[in-house]
């Protein structure tokens, strides 16, 4: 079977990735995004691209962008204790083979804006507030239709929707949901302080609040709030409950608690959510990629970098056979462990910060899944 046309639900980080590793394999490739523009949909914080993610982006000729809008580290991280003394640090992980660096930080939207310029250099359509409704397969090729009614047909549908998937539907039923797992995310921009020169991770097992490097001037800090199901934080409470969450630390903690957690608006709170499942990620001419197929809570600063893993094999693989099932099989196969590892130390990192796995060493399980993602794809 030749495939020639791929149309990718989700104009995220996944399928902007996928649909530029599609589209450098020579598929015609079409983007549905249900926002109005490239900006509409990403919040204003950053992410997190430790050596693995910048190798995939390399291969879709976006990494060299990422990294001079960012702030390149030359290690990944370091610790402190919760009064800030210097614990120790770590080195993360080199591709061999190349120069790219343990780690990089970027903005979102910056991230956004060179993986949209680049899918438009290589000839991705994209569409903007185009909303997918629901797909049927037909003998040779699949039909999207979207919410206004206009209807997208193409070889194969990617289904890069995130989180709350509706393509997961058609692939994996309607049970499959991801779970909250007990803690939400709060995050917000800084001015970059000297000492924050790559991942730092302050704190213990009641709770760790970190800083990321994102761009020569700026920072993010985060502190993953252990928060009940339903418990809802006001707008206008954001900072004093972040500043609570955060009175027992001293030295960079307490610097920035004290100094930049003032305004409400800067600040973002996320529930953090988790879903691994089973193979296979396909049902015929359908696939599976990213948040959609395996929702990774931020401990390890990995979904994104799966998410882009994904569609890079993802292209590879379409690229390798010529039966359809084959591609897909090979896949999820390259795919499958590799995430199911990212998944489940992120959630067993977040189960500890609750004080729910003690005895738990989390840098050991950083360090084995980073260890693991050098690894060849
Ligand atoms: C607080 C927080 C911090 C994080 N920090 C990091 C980090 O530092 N590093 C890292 O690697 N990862 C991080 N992640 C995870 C990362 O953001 C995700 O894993 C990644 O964005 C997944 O990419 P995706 O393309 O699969 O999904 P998304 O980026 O969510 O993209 C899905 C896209 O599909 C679109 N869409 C959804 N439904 C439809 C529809 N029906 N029709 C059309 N379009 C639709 C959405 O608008 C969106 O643009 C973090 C996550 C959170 C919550």
Redesign the pocket.
Known sequence: MTISSVLV???????LSAAIALRQQGYETTV????PDMHA?VFGVG??QPAN?LRALDMIGCAQACIEAGYPAKQWGRMLDVDGNHRFDMPGIRIEGSTLPPLNGVTRPKLHEILTNRAEEVGVEIHYA???ASLVENADSVTATLVDGREFTADILVG?????S?VRHHVLGHDMQTEYIGQS?F?VNIPLLPEIDCIILQGDDQGMAGYVPIGPDLAYMFYNAHMGTHERIPHDQLAPRLREYLARFGGLTARVRDEFITDDADIVL?P?ESMGTPKPWHKGRVVLM???VHA?T?HL?????Q?IEDGVVLADALAAHDVLENAFLEYTERRYERCKLVVDTSLAIGEWEMGRLPGFDNVAATNHVLDVMAQPL
């Open positions: 639900i989700g104009g995220g980080i996944g399928g549905i995004e249900r926002y949909s992410i997190i993610a185009a909303e997918f890069a929707d995130g989180v709350r509706k995310a995050r996320r953090e990213g948040d959609a990774i931020p600063g990995q979904g994104a970098a998410a």
